[in-house]
């Protein structure tokens, strides 16, 4: 699968969230609310969640392996790191 489309809504508040992407694939599948956090060692995503019945969060899509995790995550910062270039 091939990631056709990134986009990207800025957080405008205070913490750790920056902004929520949604990405599409092989313009036919998307996904969105897909997190940009900025963590203790940089930015990552954090995949669509939800809250269970016991209180803890759960992805209700993600990818099953770490270089799909990574092509993504690569995808979506690099589309995230351009917009912060253009506020400058």
């Known amino acids: 699968m091939q990631i056709t489309d990134v986009r990207i809504r ?11 992407a949604s990405i599409v694939f092989d313009d036919e599948f ?6 940009i956090v900025e963590g203790e ?3 990552f995503i954090a995949m669509p969640s939800r809250k269970t ?4 969060f759960r992805d209700i ?3 099953v392996s770490t270089p799909a995790r990574e092509r993504i995550q ?10 912060e270039d253009d506020d400058e």
Do not use: C, F, M
Not at 10 to 20: Q, S
Not at 30 to 35: A, L, R
Not at 53 to 56: L, M, R, V, Y
Not at 74 to 83: G, H, R, S, V
């Open 10 to 20: 800025k957080v405008n508040r205070d913490g750790k969230l920056k902004a929520v």
């Open 30 to 35: 998307v996904v969105h609310d897909i997190k």
């Open 41 to 43: 060692h940089g930015l």
């Open 53 to 56: 019945n016991t209180g803890e």
């Open 61 to 63: 899509a993600h990818p």
């Open 74 to 83: 690569a995808a979506i910062l690099e589309k995230y790191n351009t917009l």
